[in-house]
């Protein structure tokens, strides 16, 4: 961690009924007032953005992150309460409401300025202009493992300790002893010498005549008390007990159900439409035509989806009614063989001299890898409750982003920002589709139209049929291996780069490197998806080095070990992967063993995979995964994470094949686009290692690698060398012994 993420800013402070407000971050100028009054009932004391005290000395972090069963906002609070110095029986959270004022510049301080080197002096200031840019990016995203590694880091953290130091000041003051002798302890300030004690809350009025510290210090990993604990997650109990209250569980007086079905191919829109005879149904109140979609109003959402199905209509036709799964590979393929052919692709990383390492090789091996669309099939359904009237508008959703669906709401309706209000409610799933407005933009369109109260509910073929997916995506290889086993050139190119522009880079020593892209756009709309392009880049990339060892005569784990020699935190995450699923035991005929290992979100991940080979069937036995997150904050939360992640991987590994036909998705539900059920996932184990690196992230760093060591397990048991995924393209009811053949 650089010198400068230990310090933040709380600049200003004043006194609001009773209440201690304090601004956080922005210089010049005090924001109290406006946060106050956003966060605050009562006499209860703001203590920075993130922190509030009430006179029973309850603390509450207010959380800039939304949850979506990722347990963040719990992770979130034991950061805040263990630099605070707060009892975590003390402890509660809420929200941040979905306001300008509460645009998350931590968590985009955190992704854009992590390695910085800034001045202590100047520290307000650039922590004031990221403000600034977080409002007019609309930034109050829940994604990308920003929330501990970012927000938590570089926001909350900061705002606990020099709230902390407040406290301490104001009790000094107050009983007129010098600062030194005072500690806080357990949601207290204590007296070491004479053994007074009082609570937090005691000295908010002081405290808020005070200049806050912008470089508060803050504790050394040894002297948490929180962090790094598995305390019991805030959203648990309410989800056990059904009280939790999701998106899809919104209800407002007068509300009516809408049931909405999208033109088929994206692009289209509605050409034609009957709809009299769906309209003269029982409880049907309206049906509302929007460009590319047709939705029917009425009393239930069965009445509205049965009334759906009796609209006739046809939609426009567009240029890419005939594209197909097939036709869009093939164009890949053109692209990439043109971009190789012309030199006209941009670089990710060229390093070495590229000819000079394939023309002295003694074998190159190439191959192509490729991974279908994605959708993300979250449990809970798209949904959003609406009301539109006099000029307004109120949203009822589960969101990744608040502020921005605010933003997207108000300029759908052209109305004023300030006129929409949101109400954010967990999230059954996210996994980056609930970042995108659609679903919402959608229902306050609706209500507009209908003039009454709207739920919005999408079925899972209107999900699965109209996502934004991850995208489609080959990848060429080339690796140069000299006579002594050596890999000493390394060519990649694909299409399309998204984020992080890291995800395709290697940690291997190769003398010699060209990682680069060129661009192959679909009509398909594309989305982030859980790890985003280190899904796809950590399957390419870790399935070939595996191929390559493979062709060398190396054990792959041995190939990998040799080649970091210069990466001690990647080699300890790797060797203890392989120590703890006992890598280089003797397997029975029919299982086979994969490792990978994959740097994502500043975390590094190895995973090892057993399979076995049943009826010709591939089934996963075991999962043994270690990461290096530099600091668990929550360990339990962080292995419930690697679970997920896992487990998601494996979906789209086994299963996860978006097809297009004639321009549309071929999928629609479950029976057609499957997920690992509850039988069908494997033993995993999770080993944490705390390097006291750089903290890293824990919802996506899971996913990335299972899917290369699943693959590279199958070529273990099968011979079988899987470049295109899913599985279920492959038929293993017979043994295939060379590694080129691909079905």
């Known amino acids: 961690m650089g010198k400068w993420t230990r310090r933040g800013v709380i600049t200003s402070g004043v006194l609001v009924g009773g209440a201690l407000a304090v601004g956080v971050a922005l210089r010049p100028g005090n924001r109290a007032l406006k946060l106050a009054g956003l966060v605050t009932q009562d006499e209860e004391v703001l203590v920075s953005t993130w922190v509030k005290i009430d006179p029973n000395n309850k603390v509450t972090a207010i959380v800039a992150h939304s949850e979506m069963g990722q347990g963040a906002q719990t992770a979130l609070t034991q950061m805040l309460a263990d630099e605070l110095d707060a009892h975590w029986d003390d402890v509660a959270f809420m929200e941040a409401p979905a306001d300008p004022a509460y645009a998350n510049w931590a968590m985009g301080k955190g992704y854009v300025l992590a390695d910085a080197q800034i001045p202590e002096a100047l520290v307000p200031t650039v922590d004031g202009a990221m403000l600034q840019v977080a409002k007019q990016m609309r930034l109050q995203v829940t994604g990308g493992s920003l929330s501990v590694r970012a927000t938590g880091v570089y926001g909350v953290r900061v705002a606990g300790a020099a709230a902390r130091e407040m406290l301490l000041n104001a009790a000094a003051e107050e009983w007129s002893t010098p600062v030194a002798d005072l500690d806080a302890v357990d949601t207290h300030i204590v007296n070491r010498k004479t053994g007074e004690k009082a609570p937090f809350a005691q000295f908010a009025q002081r405290a808020g005549q005070m200049t806050p510290s912008s470089t508060p210090t803050l504790k050394k990993t040894s002297e948490f008390k929180i962090m790094g604990q598995s305390v019991p997650r805030f959203d648990i109990p309410s989800k056990v007990d059904g009280t ?27 050409a034609t439409i009957e709809a009299s005879a769906a309209q003269r149904l029982p409880g049907v109140v309206k049906v509302v035509e929007l460009d590319n979609a047709v939705a029917v109003v009425a009393d239930g959402y069965w009445q509205a989806s049965q009334a759906l199905k009796q609209v006739d209509v046809t939609w426009s036709t567009t240029a890419n009614d005939g594209v197909n799964s097939d036709t869009l590979f093939a164009q890949f393929e053109r692209d990439l063989d043109h971009a190789i052919s012309t030199s006209e692709s941009t670089a990710d990383v060229e390093q070495g001299v590229l000819g000079e390492a394939f023309d002295k090789a003694d074998k190159v091996i190439e191959a192509t890898y490729r991974v279908p669309f994605l959708a993300h099939t979250c449990m809970e359904p798209m949904n959003t409750t609406a009301v539109v009237a006099n000029g307004a508008c109120e949203v009822w959703v589960g969101t990744q982003n608040p502020l921005g669906f605010r933003h997207e709401v108000a300029d759908a309706l052209g109305i004023d920002f300030e006129q929409v209000t949101l109400h954010q409610h967990f999230m059954g799933g996210g996994f980056g589709r609930r970042s995108i407005a659609d679903p919402t933009i959608q229902a306050a369109l609706i209500a507009k139209d209908a003039g009454v109260p709207v739920k919005l509910i999408w079925s899972r073929e209107e999900d699965v049929r109209h996502d934004h997916y991850r995208p489609a995506v080959a990848s060429k290889f080339r690796a140069a291996v000299s006579a002594s086993g050596e890999i000493t050139g390394w060519d990649n190119i694909y299409h399309d780069k998204h984020e992080p522009a890291e995800a395709p880079v290697i940690p291997y020593s190769v003398a010699a490197q060209k990682i680069h892209h060129t661009s192959s756009p679909t009509h398909v709309p594309f989305g982030p998806w859980r790890s985003v392009d280190h899904s796809q880049h950590g399957y390419f990339t870790e399935a070939f080095f595996d191929e390559v060892a493979t062709a060398t005569g190396k054990d792959p784990y041995q190939l ?173 009811n017979f043994r295939i012994t060379e590694p080129e053949e691909v079905i």
Not at 569 to 578: C, I, M, S, T
Not at 588 to 610: H, K, M, N, Y
Request: glycine share 10%; aromatic share 8%; hydrophobic share 40%.
């Open 560 to 732: 990998r070990r040799q080649m970091l020699a210069d990466k001690p935190r990647h080699l300890a995450v790797l060797d203890l992967a392989a120590k703890q699923a006992d890598w280089g035991e003797s397997l029975p005929e029919g299982r086979g063993r994969g490792i990978s290992l994959q740097e994502s979100f500043w975390s590094i991940v190895a995973q090892v995979v057993d399979v076995s080979l049943v009826d010709g069937q591939i089934k996963v036995d075991r999962v043994v995964c270690a990461i290096d997150p530099g600091f668990a904050v929550s360990p339990n939360g962080l292995t419930a994470q690697m679970e997920s992640g896992i487990n998601y991987g494996l979906t789209a590994a086994l299963y996860g094949d978006i097809r297009i036909e004639n321009g549309a998705v071929a999928q629609s539900n479950f029976h057609d686009y499957k997920a690992v059920r509850m039988h069908e996932s494997p033993l995993i184990e999770t080993y944490i290692i705390n390097s006291g690196a750089r903290w890293g992230g824990a919802g996506e760093p899971g996913t990335p690698g299972v899917a290369p060591a699943l693959t590279n397990a199958v070529y273990a048991a099968t011979g079988t060398r899987v470049r295109h995924l899913p599985l279920t393209n492959y038929d293993f």
């Open 244 to 270: 939790a209250q999701f998106g899809i569980d919104a209800q407002v007086q007068g509300m009516k159900y809408a049931a909405i079905k999208m033109a088929p191919v994206f692009g289209a829109s509605i």
